[in-house]
C-alpha cells in the first residue's frame, strides 16, 4: 500500500523556519520523483517544490526559491522540505505528493511542479503569524 505521511507543520512566527518530513512507503523510492504542494484557503493549490530521488535534483516554484530547500534521504525514504524566511502568504496545508520519475518529467513545466502527481499524503498545516 502506497503512504505519504507528511510532518512538521506548526505555527511559526513571520521569519521564523519549519521542516516539513514525508515519509513514504509502499513503491520504490528511487524511481520516484516527490513534491510538496501547498494550498491556502481560497487558493489554487500549489506546486512548492519538488525533487527527483533518483538523483536529487530539485525544482522550485517561484515563491519557494531561495526560502526553502528541499533534499531527501534514500535510506529513510524521506523527504524534507526546509523552510526559512517565512512569511504570511505561505500559510495552508503543505501536502507531499509521488509520481513516477519517468512520468514527472514528461510535463513541460516540471521544473516548476506543474505536475500531475499520483499519490497523496495528507497535509500538514502551516500556519505563519505576522
Known amino acids: 500500500e502506497v503512504q505519504l505521511q507528511a510532518f512538521g507543520g506548526g505555527l511559526v512566527q513571520t521569519g521564523g523556519s519549519l521542516r516539513l518530513s514525508c515519509a513514504a512507503s509502499?513503491?520504490?523510492?528511487?524511481?520516484?520523483?516527490i513534491g510538496w504542494f501547498r494550498q491556502a484557503p481560497g487558493k489554487d493549490r500549489e506546486g512548492v517544490s519538488c525533487?527527483?530521488?533518483?538523483?536529487?535534483?530539485?525544482y522550485y516554484g517561484v515563491s519557494a526559491r531561495g526560502r526553502f530547500i528541499i533534499s531527501r534521504d534514500v535510506a529513510k525514504n524521506t523527504v524534507y522540505l526546509q523552510m526559512n524566511d517565512l512569511k504570511p502568504e505561505d500559510t495552508g496545508v503543505y501536502s507531499c505528493?509521488?509520481?513516477?520519475?519517468?512520468?514527472?518529467?514528461?510535463?513541460?513545466?516540471?521544473?516548476?511542479?506543474?505536475?500531475?502527481?499520483?499519490?497523496w499524503g495528507k497535509g500538514t498545516q502551516v500556519t505563519v503569524s505576522s
Open positions: 525533487i527527483v530521488n533518483s538523483d536529487g535534483r530539485a
Open positions: 509502499g513503491f520504490p523510492f528511487g524511481d520516484y520523483a
Open positions: 505528493a509521488a509520481v513516477k520519475r519517468d512520468t514527472f518529467l514528461l510535463y513541460k513545466d516540471y521544473a516548476t511542479c506543474v505536475v500531475t502527481m499520483g499519490y
